[in-house]
């Protein structure tokens, strides 16, 4: 387990909007197959539900967080 400040949990947020716009950017390509698309939306359904938690932590300004990896 792994104790984050608030600081940390924000930047881990904000990676994982930057990868959820990827991944959506990759769902909708043309060229990506279908599986492609469908692991794309299992990855950024698992993100936006993580991020959504870690965002919480952060708007009750936790101290630290703890996350089990």
Same mark, same amino acid.
């Given at each position: 387990?792994?104790?984050?400040?608030? %600081?940390? &949990?924000?930047? @881990? &947020?904000?990676?994982? +909007? +930057?990868?959820?716009? /990827?991944?959506?950017?990759?769902? %909708?390509?043309?060229?990506? %197959?279908?599986?492609?698309?469908? @692991?794309?939306?299992?990855?950024?359904?698992?993100?936006?539900?993580?991020?959504?938690?870690? %965002?919480? &932590? &952060?708007? /009750?300004?936790?101290?630290?967080?703890? @996350?089990?990896?």
């Amino acid at each position: 387990m792994k104790s984050f400040t608030p %600081t940390e &949990v924000a930047w @881990i &947020v904000k990676l994982l +909007d +930057d990868e959820a716009k /990827r991944l959506e950017i990759t769902m %909708t390509a043309g060229e990506a %197959t279908s599986m492609e698309q469908a @692991i794309a939306a299992h990855m950024l359904e698992n993100y936006q539900s993580i991020k959504g938690r870690l %965002t919480e &932590v &952060v708007e /009750r300004k936790d101290k630290r967080m703890a @996350i089990k990896y």
